[in-house]
């Protein structure tokens, strides 16, 4: 029989034992954890074996080429030796250095009794290598561009049908490349062995942390894994003993490999929490606790965890006229600053600094009936960038400012100023290590809401904002951008698009270089977006103003609505209503393991003197009022901590006066 006819057959019916019976594939086709299989169960461990841990995640560090982290191939392949002709492989993997032109294998298939390799995965500084078997030999393909090298946590997953290889890499957009001879359909495995981390040698030994090794026959592992809220360790199946907390169990047992893991423990003010610092040590001297790091937020592990006893009136914080809108921030090194967004041109807008426990005038800067203000850094250095309702005309154009922090003068500086169309708010983001910027633009002129808002990106070159894309909004109030593992999402709050305030308010993804549509979700005069994360479930809040069609009075008292983002339907869900009064704003914080939304009620129709709500999260029951805090035209909310306490600010767009609360705590 030729060889053309016999690979034929096999393609028709499939490699088989030549026994009766229906057909069966060689190996199950469940996945497969090579990784699991290669260690010794019982709690035996393997003696060059190390768990470390990196960013919150442990993995297996191998100190050589030992024989004993192998297995052969046989109990896979339990009906037949031949290797599945479609699979994908799933790897999570750290790798801190690599030295240029070298490359480290994850894992081969290797003939005992010859050393033959019949399939291999390697990787080198950018490029990921499939090594296998064909009918004239060894075949090389290579992905390239796929940087592994970084210290970071990646998960991949690899896929092989025929022609086709695809990858991708913490669930971003697949790359995929067809290969000029395909997979062979008859690669047989008898007599060989599955060795991680080598090729049975030095020369190519594995040196990063290993944490995910998965094959998975007959199909694509990328829907099993992916989307996920941890792209970079997304999970198909990993060892128990990388999931287990390093303790010691009962008894005088000890672990079943040494246990390494970095501690890196940070004083002063509460430093940032997120993916990054995950498994880093706070010590909080105001507490006297020593928190951890989950990704999240700050976690108690020695000391009381904080509980939320009352709310008592702080200060008294006396402005240059109403104030639209507050921004709390920190310079490094210089304190804690609140931008006040002041209605009134004639004496601008005020600065204050954090002093003795209080917030102080600092610098006066020129508006014209400010509305926003935002902080953001770019290249290590501070802006602040103004909505101006108004905006400084020149040549009929309506003008918002940038200020750049100078360290020498010590006070923010003109820097830049960009059209903007009576702007309600800014949004400063970065994706892929690029700096944006977008203005949601209100109206033009006196009636048309109906225009469009703007996304600038920093020119690295010109160091200056350009406009880099135009949305289509309706009276626009706010920008909310987030992410969801490797997705960037920029939600629009429209309010009015001339007739009703019944409109869609939209989300965008980022692909292809720009943000496209996503979903719409039906608002009333919104306002506000708030994004937040509990455990891994993400939340989106909608700060509802008014019901208001072309005839007939507005309705103040309405629904505000949180949504949550439904990962099967991959589309944002109503979660729970909650009742509000002309909302104009929310905020999420955490205090100790509980998470709060306070909301800036502002008008119920007849009086702006009204509460606003402080909600804690409740679990199945959602979130429930249990603070109500007298407010008068309450327009906006910040949640800022200092060595003094937990504090609340509120701005007020009614009269001269904003109030600091503070959180007390038992």
């Given at each position: 029989?030729?060889?053309?006819?016999?690979?034929?057959?096999?393609?028709?019916?499939?490699?088989?034992?030549?026994?009766?019976?229906?057909?069966?594939?060689?190996?199950?086709?469940?996945?497969?954890?090579?990784?699991?299989?290669?260690?010794?169960?019982?709690?035996?461990?393997?003696?060059?074996?190390h768990m470390v841990q990196h960013k919150g995640a442990r993995g297996l560090q191998l100190s050589g080429p030992n024989g004993d982290i192998s297995?052969?191939?046989?109990?896979?392949?339990?009906?037949?030796?031949?290797?599945?002709?479609?699979?994908?492989?799933?790897?999570?993997?750290?790798?801190?250095?690599?030295?240029?032109?070298?490359?480290?294998?994850?894992?081969?298939?290797?003939?005992?009794?010859?050393?033959?390799?019949?399939?291999?995965?390697?990787?080198?500084?950018?490029?990921?290598?499939?090594?296998?078997?064909?009918?004239?030999?060894?075949?090389?393909?290579?992905?390239?561009?796929?940087k592994l090298v970084d210290n970071r946590w990646h998960t991949l997953v690899l896929a092989v049908a025929g022609h086709h290889f695809t990858l991708s890499l913490d669930c971003g957009m697949p790359l995929e490349i067809i290969h000029e001879r395909p997979f062979p359909v008859a690669l047989n495995t008898k007599g060989s062995r599955f060795y991680i981390g080598s090729r049975r040698r030095w020369k190519g030994f594995f040196s990063g942390l290993l944490r995910q090794l998965v094959l998975l026959p007959g199909s694509d592992?990328?829907?099993?894994?992916?989307?996920?809220?941890?792209?970079?360790?997304?999970?198909?199946?990993?060892?128990?003993?990388?999931?287990?907390?390093?303790?010691?169990?009962?008894?005088?047992?000890?672990?079943?490999?040494?246990?390494?893991?970095?501690?890196?423990?940070?004083?002063?003010?509460?430093?940032?929490?997120?993916?990054?610092?995950?498994?880093?040590?706070?010590?909080?001297?105001?507490?006297?606790?020593?928190?951890?790091?989950?990704?999240?937020?700050?976690?108690?592990?020695?000391?009381?965890?904080?509980?939320?006893?009352?709310?008592?009136?702080?200060?008294?914080?006396?402005?240059?006229?109403?104030?639209?809108?507050?921004?709390?921030f920190q310079i490094p090194s210089v304190g804690l600053f609140a931008a006040m967004a002041n209605r009134e041109a004639k004496h601008g807008s005020g600065i204050y600094k954090w002093d003795g426990g209080r917030f102080e005038p600092y610098q006066n800067i020129s508006t014209n009936?400010?509305?926003?203000?935002?902080?953001?850094?770019?290249?290590k250095k501070m802006f602040l960038a103004v909505a101006d309702s108004r905006g400084h005309s020149e040549g009929g154009q309506e003008l918002s400012a940038i200020y750049k922090w100078s360290p020498r003068k010590l006070r923010f500086l003109h820097y830049q100023t960009l059209e903007?169309?009576?702007?309600?708010?800014?949004?400063?983001?970065?994706?892929?290590?690029?700096?944006?910027?977008?203005?949601?633009?209100?109206?033009?002129?006196?009636?048309?809401?109906?225009?469009?808002?703007?996304?600038?990106?920093?020119?690295?070159g010109t160091k200056a904002f350009e406009v880099n894309q135009t949305i289509q909004t309706s009276g626009a109030y706010d920008w909310e951008f987030f992410t969801v593992g490797p997705y960037y999402f920029l939600v629009v709050a429209n309010t009015f698009n001339g007739v009703t305030t019944h409109v869609d308010s939209t989300i965008y993804i980022w692909l292809g270089g720009r943000f496209q549509?996503?979903?719409?979700?039906?608002?009333?005069?919104?306002?506000?977006?708030?994004?937040?994360?509990?455990?891994?479930?993400?939340?989106?809040?909608?700060?509802?103003?008014?019901?208001?069609?072309?005839?007939?009075?507005?309705?103040?008292?309405?629904?505000?609505?949180?949504?949550?983002?439904?990962?099967?339907?991959?589309?944002?869900?109503?979660?729970?209503?909650?009742?509000?009064?002309?909302?104009?704003?929310?905020?999420?914080?955490?205090?100790?393991?509980?998470?709060?939304?306070?909301?800036?009620?502002?008008?119920?129709?007849?009086?702006?003197?009204l509460n606003s709500v402080i909600y804690r999260w409740q679990g199945y029951e959602g979130f429930v009022p249990i603070h109500h805090l007298p407010t008068i035209g309450c327009r906006d909310w910040e949640y800022f901590t200092s060595a003094e306490g937990i504090y609340l600010i509120y701005s007020s767009a009614r009269e001269p006066l904003s109030k600091v609360f503070k959180l007390k705590t038992y």
């Amino acid at each position: 029989m030729s060889t053309v006819l016999f690979i034929f057959l096999l393609f028709l019916f499939g490699p088989r034992r030549s026994y009766a019976g229906s057909w069966r594939p060689c190996t199950d086709l469940v996945p497969l954890d090579l990784l699991s299989r290669a260690l010794p169960g019982h709690g035996q461990a393997l003696p060059g074996v190390h768990m470390v841990q990196h960013k919150g995640a442990r993995g297996l560090q191998l100190s050589g080429p030992n024989g004993d982290i192998s297995f052969p191939a046989s109990p896979l392949f339990v009906n037949c030796d031949f290797f599945p002709e479609e699979f994908s492989i799933v790897v999570t993997l750290k790798v801190s250095h690599l030295a240029n032109k070298k490359n480290e294998y994850i894992f081969t298939l290797v003939e005992e009794n010859s050393a033959q390799l019949l399939l291999g995965l390697r990787f080198s500084q950018e490029k990921l290598h499939l090594l296998f078997l064909g009918p004239r030999g060894k075949e090389y393909v290579t992905l390239r561009a796929v940087k592994l090298v970084d210290n970071r946590w990646h998960t991949l997953v690899l896929a092989v049908a025929g022609h086709h290889f695809t990858l991708s890499l913490d669930c971003g957009m697949p790359l995929e490349i067809i290969h000029e001879r395909p997979f062979p359909v008859a690669l047989n495995t008898k007599g060989s062995r599955f060795y991680i981390g080598s090729r049975r040698r030095w020369k190519g030994f594995f040196s990063g942390l290993l944490r995910q090794l998965v094959l998975l026959p007959g199909s694509d592992a990328t829907s099993r894994v992916c989307p996920s809220l941890e792209p970079s360790l997304a999970v198909l199946s990993i060892p128990g003993v990388l999931l287990d907390l390093p303790i010691n169990p009962l008894g005088n047992e000890v672990l079943p490999y040494p246990y390494e893991a970095e501690v890196r423990v940070t004083m002063g003010t509460e430093p940032a929490c997120s993916k990054q610092e995950q498994g880093q040590l706070w010590f909080d001297m105001l507490r006297k606790a020593l928190l951890l790091c989950d990704g999240q937020a700050w976690t108690s592990l020695i000391g009381e965890k904080q509980r939320l006893d009352y709310v008592e009136d702080h200060q008294d914080l006396h402005t240059n006229s109403e104030t639209f809108d507050v921004e709390v921030f920190q310079i490094p090194s210089v304190g804690l600053f609140a931008a006040m967004a002041n209605r009134e041109a004639k004496h601008g807008s005020g600065i204050y600094k954090w002093d003795g426990g209080r917030f102080e005038p600092y610098q006066n800067i020129s508006t014209n009936e400010a509305l926003a203000w935002k902080y953001f850094t770019v290249d290590k250095k501070m802006f602040l960038a103004v909505a101006d309702s108004r905006g400084h005309s020149e040549g009929g154009q309506e003008l918002s400012a940038i200020y750049k922090w100078s360290p020498r003068k010590l006070r923010f500086l003109h820097y830049q100023t960009l059209e903007t169309h009576c702007a309600r708010d800014w949004e400063a983001f970065q994706i892929q290590g690029e700096a944006f910027l977008a203005v949601a633009n209100h109206r033009a002129g006196d009636n048309n809401h109906n225009i469009d808002s703007v996304i600038y990106k920093w020119n690295p070159g010109t160091k200056a904002f350009e406009v880099n894309q135009t949305i289509q909004t309706s009276g626009a109030y706010d920008w909310e951008f987030f992410t969801v593992g490797p997705y960037y999402f920029l939600v629009v709050a429209n309010t009015f698009n001339g007739v009703t305030t019944h409109v869609d308010s939209t989300i965008y993804i980022w692909l292809g270089g720009r943000f496209q549509r996503f979903q719409d979700i039906k608002t009333f005069g919104a306002t506000d977006w708030e994004v937040f994360q509990i455990g891994s479930r993400v939340f989106l809040a909608v700060a509802n103003s008014q019901r208001l069609y072309e005839r007939g009075p507005g309705v103040y008292t309405i629904n505000s609505t949180i949504y949550e983002l439904d990962m099967m339907t991959k589309t944002f869900l109503k979660f729970q209503d909650i009742i509000t009064y002309s909302a104009l704003d929310w905020e999420f914080f955490t205090l100790g393991d509980e998470k709060f939304l306070v909301v800036a009620n502002s008008y119920d129709g007849t009086s702006y003197s009204l509460n606003s709500v402080i909600y804690r999260w409740q679990g199945y029951e959602g979130f429930v009022p249990i603070h109500h805090l007298p407010t008068i035209g309450c327009r906006d909310w910040e949640y800022f901590t200092s060595a003094e306490g937990i504090y609340l600010i509120y701005s007020s767009a009614r009269e001269p006066l904003s109030k600091v609360f503070k959180l007390k705590t038992y």
